[in-house]
């Protein structure tokens, strides 16, 4: 059983971290602001949401699996505001200079 | 412990980090524009964070993502707001290249200094924590860190804490005088719908519970004050930048109550050192605990306030009486 959460923990990982990743890729490659927003937001909700899901099983006790939720959850709250935000801005006229 | 010379994850992890910092510290003095720049120090402070992590000093690296990266930033980033008229024309007085040269031989010494005594250490590295930690057990607090902020440095914690409120009067000094006592700048234009001021809802309710959680597990686990008061500042700040409530008049009794309120009481605390226990800042063995605990609690408050009113900015309205 061990073994068997271990294993999912590793590919959870990796896959959040392959978001991650490839998140990134989108930020340097895009052509614009909110292109590069849309590939930012795959990083934060599925990257960090697969990240979390694989560190579940190892979590000591189920305060901390509680934890680890939030943290996604509160990241997810901030990322969505950020991109709001930031997109409005660059609607009104551009980034700041 | 790593054996011998094979390939250790962590080490390979810290130097990632190290050279991470590095790269975006030099990113953040050379960026172009001051905005760019406080973007920057921002990640350079919560990757800093990072690495007090790494080191085991979980209670700088609150204070560090806190105070260093956070409020700092909220600060910097509204001093680059003011500044950005200015700006061209100071980029163009900027330094010639032996002055700017003369500075970085300067730091590179510096840098090479404590690099030379971190890496040809007196062995063993002198340490007064054994010393410290002996009678840390008479305190009953279980944050060693804590323990030593408010029991053997108590007078610098003090000061530090008059130091901010110092600062703040330096910020407000920077306002005319019709102004002197009046709200801070010009009141954020609210928005009743938008993704801000649903954060400003939605997030302060459970960042009050963070910030008292993180001052109350001050006694035995990282946290106090400092940090506890700042991610309450925090909530305060992004109720404010949302426009949800203004800012108060800096001149109001019960902002300046709330000032003063966490210095005062330690000062307080302080001085009866002298006639219930064994001197200044000295306190009665046993209500150590108690005593500590209390000081923490109002200084939070008073940390929260004043970070809160530094962040933003001078007064900009005259006095509403």
Same mark, same amino acid.
Do not use: E
């Given at each position: 059983m061990r073994q068997v959460l271990d294993i999912f923990t590793v590919a959870a990982v990796s896959a959040g971290a392959l978001f991650f990743l490839v998140g990134t890729v989108g930020l340097l490659r895009f052509p614009d602001p909110l292109t590069r927003l849309h590939a930012l937001t795959k990083a934060d909700n599925l990257g960090l949401g697969l990240v979390v899901l694989g560190l579940l099983?190892?979590?000591e006790g189920f305060l901390a699996g509680v934890k680890l939720v939030a943290v996604w959850l509160l990241a997810q709250l901030a990322g969505a505001t950020v991109t709001q935000l930031v997109a409005r801005a660059v609607r009104r006229g551009g980034p700041p200079a | 412990m790593s054996t011998g010379f094979a390939l250790d994850a962590g080490l390979v992890l810290?130097?990632? %980090?190290?050279? $991470? *910092? %590095?790269?975006?510290? *030099?990113?953040?003095?050379?960026?172009? !524009?001051?905005?760019?720049? *406080?973007?920057g120090f921002v990640t350079y402070g919560l990757l800093l964070a990072l690495v007090w992590v790494r080191l085991a000093a979980v209670d700088v690296a609150l204070t560090e993502a806190a105070i260093?990266?956070? *409020? !700092?930033? @909220?600060? $910097?980033? @509204?001093?680059?707001a003011r500044l950005r008229p200015a700006e061209a024309r100071s980029a163009a007085e900027r330094p010639g290249v032996p002055l700017r040269l003369a500075a970085a031989v300067l730091s590179a010494l510096v840098a090479a200094g404590l690099a030379m005594l971190v890496l040809l250490p007196s062995a063993p590295a002198p340490s007064l924590g054994p010393a410290a930690a002996v009678h840390l057990p008479e305190l009953a607090i279980g944050n060693p860190v804590t323990a030593v902020l408010l029991a053997y440095r108590a007078i610098d914690t003090l000061l530090e804490k008059i130091v901010l409120l110092l600062a703040l009067l330096g910020v407000w000094s920077l306002a005319p005088d019709r102004f002197w006592g009046g709200a801070p700048g010009q009141p954020h234009a609210a928005q009743q719908d938008g993704a801000l001021a649903l954060l400003a809802r939605l997030l302060p309710p459970v960042g009050i519970v963070v910030g008292v959680y993180i001052l109350w597990v001050g006694a035995v686990a990282p946290g106090g004050a400092f940090q506890g008061g700042a991610i309450l500042a925090a909530m305060w700040i992004l109720v404010m930048i949302a426009g949800l409530r203004d800012a108060p008049a800096t001149g109001g009794r019960r902002v300046r109550l709330l000032l003063v309120v966490g210095p005062a009481v330690f000062l307080a605390v302080g001085l009866a050192g002298f006639v219930v226990a064994d001197g200044f800042l000295a306190y009665p063995a046993s209500y150590a605990k108690p005593l500590i605990i209390a000081i923490e609690v109002v200084l939070t408050l008073s940390i929260a306030v004043i970070l809160g009113l530094l962040a933003s900015g001078p007064p900009g309205r005259e006095r509403q009486r």
């Open positions: 099983p190892q979590a | 810290d130097a990632g %980090l190290a050279a $991470l *910092v %590095l790269a975006v510290a *030099v990113g953040a003095i050379v960026a172009g !524009t001051a905005f760019a720049a *406080v973007v260093g990266s956070g *409020v !700092t930033g @909220a600060v $910097l980033i @509204a001093a680059a």
